[in-house]
Each structure stands twice: as structure tokens, then as C-alpha cells.
């Protein structure tokens, strides 16, 4: 199993920046991609970034684009998500997954961090 540990989050106002880390241990070999979803109350959880391993390819959601980046430490088996320019919209709590396999669909992650909450004030 991959244990995903997400820290980074918390409270700006709009415009602001935070970035958030992810860490994971355990059978790490299984995280080809990591990625980074959010939910926001009351809707479904949403795919935001991900990058596989050696940083070869990495896929934003249109909200997100030219605003986010998503990095990877593969030494350090740790993802980043560095979030810019940040909207109200933005507010959410920021899950961190990985996958042997590239996907946009959460159910296609089998592994899972416990959440960041990120809140964006206008």
C-alpha cells in the first residue's frame, strides 16, 4: 500500500499563493502518477494536476491552467502543487492520490491522502 500525506494548506485572500506538498511511503513504486483533486462542499471531488514519475508528462484542468503548477521530487517520493493568482472558487479541500496509471477519474486512484483545506477570501 502508498500512505500519502498532504501538508501546505490554509487560509489567503484572493490573488495570494500557497503550495501544498504531498509526501508518500510505503509501496512507492505504485506511484507512476501522482495527482492532486479537490472537493468543494457539496460537489464532487474534481481532478486539478498530475505528473508522473521523472516529470514526463503532466495534465492540468482547464480551471487551473497557467495558474497551478504541479512538480515532483521523485528522490524524495514527494509532489508539489504550487497554486497562484488564487479565486474564491479555489476553496476546497486538496486530496493528493497516486496510480500506476494516467487517469483524470478519481475512482481510478487507489490510493489516497486525508485532505488539505485550502480558503480563498474575496
Known amino acids: 500500500q502508498v500512505q500519502l500525506v498532504e501538508s501546505g494548506g490554509g487560509s489567503v485572500q484572493a490573488g495570494g499563493s500557497l503550495r501544498l506538498s504531498c509526501v508518500a511511503s510505503?509501496?512507492?513504486?505504485?506511484?507512476?502518477?501522482m495527482a492532486w483533486f479537490r472537493q468543494a462542499p457539496g460537489k464532487e471531488r474534481e481532478f486539478v494536476a498530475m505528473?508522473?514519475?521523472?516529470?514526463?508528462?503532466?495534465h492540468y484542468a482547464d480551471s487551473v491552467k497557467g495558474r497551478f503548477t504541479i512538480s515532483r521530487d521523485s528522490y524524495e517520493n514527494t509532489a508539489y502543487l504550487q497554486m497562484n493568482s488564487l479565486r474564491a472558487e479555489d476553496t476546497a479541500v486538496y486530496y493528493c492520490?497516486?496510480?500506476?496509471?494516467?487517469?483524470?477519474?478519481?475512482?481510478?486512484?487507489?490510493?489516497w491522502g486525508r485532505g488539505s483545506q485550502v480558503t480563498v477570501s474575496s
Open positions: 492520490a497516486a496510480n500506476s496509471a494516467i487517469s483524470t477519474a478519481a475512482g481510478e486512484y487507489d490510493a
Open positions: 510505503g509501496r512507492v513504486f505504485n506511484t507512476f502518477v
Open positions: 505528473i508522473t514519475r521523472g516529470d514526463t508528462y503532466t
